[in-house]
């Protein structure tokens, strides 16, 4: 199910999303308007799970133990790779 909203845009905004369809960059100002708020979606659910990521990492850091070897494990890793 899909639901209507309605909104107002500065003239600015209305003639570059025009220009967006004009050039075939999406079929209608309705597709650039969903793509807009699905990437505004998706950008602020990475942003939470990022800070939920660096929240848990506060209350409980990495120790000693689990870092130790990363350096050279990163090496190893660069040294694998065919450039």
């Given at each position: 199910m899909s639901q209507q909203l309605v909104t107002r845009l500065d003239d600015r905004i209305v003639a570059q999303v025009d220009a967006l369809v004009?050039?075939?960059?999406?079929?209608?100002?309705?597709?650039?308007?969903?793509?807009a708020l699905e990437?505004?979606?998706?950008?602020?659910?990475?942003?939470?799970?990022?800070?939920?990521?660096?929240?848990?990492y506060r209350r409980q850091p990495q120790t000693a133990g689990e870092l130790s070897g990363l350096d050279e494990a990163t090496r190893?890793?660069?040294t694998e790779e065919p450039w």
């Open positions: 004009a050039e075939g960059v999406v079929r209608s100002r309705s597709e650039a308007v969903r793509i990437n505004l979606l998706e950008d602020h659910r990475r942003k939470r799970v990022g800070q939920q990521i660096v929240d848990a190893a890793l660069i």
